[in-house]
């Protein structure tokens, strides 16, 4: 199996996580037409219209397609309900290219930890399936919650900067650093079917 079949899903201790795929719109709808969701993850404040959710699906699709890893929906384990989106993408940020990794959850799953479930499956993708040596997170300033999320995995506040024209705060992680948290189970395992600025 290749690496970006692994990738394609992930499973953690309360997550799957699967390659994001068209069938999962009117999921990404509801979670990014949330205006607690796209307080602090859209570049306005406000929610994006269906179309721009469905232009950027297809923006994520074609990540996969051409790096073979890339954003996941996060569905609970149990229930099989989506609670969120996150994973590793492509990204030109403080001037460089970089690899980041991003997350949105559920409101009402919110402080439940599972952002930072999904962001050590994330690392684990990026330093055990990738083999890259570096990634990023980066937020705005105010936002807290992401912020402790990138702590708690691992990530390291490096500086402020400038990104779209907005301060943002930059968080690095390298390969061979431990994260402040014990990492949960992640399975990969095949398939099982076939803008924001973080
Ligand atoms: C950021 C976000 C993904 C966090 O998801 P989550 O599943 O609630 O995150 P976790 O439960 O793993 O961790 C959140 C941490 O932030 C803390 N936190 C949350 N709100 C906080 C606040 N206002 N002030 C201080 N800490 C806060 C929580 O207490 C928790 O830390 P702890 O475990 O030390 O108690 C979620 O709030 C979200 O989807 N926000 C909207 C989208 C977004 O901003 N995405 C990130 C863009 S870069």
Known sequence: MSVAERLAHVETERLVCERLRSEHASELISLHRDPRVARTLELTGEPPSQAQIFERL????????RYGFGLWLLRDRRSGAMVGRGGLQHTFVA???????????????????LATEMAHAAVAAAFDELALREIVAFTLPHNTASRRVMEKAGFVFERSIIHVGMQHVLYRRHVGEPGREVAPMVTLSRPTSGRSHC
């Open 58 to 65: 297809s923006a994520k699709i074609a990540h996969w397609e």
């Open 95 to 113: 001037g460089r290219a970089e690899i980041e990794v991003g997350w949105a959850i559920v409101p009402a799953r919110w402080g439940q930890g």
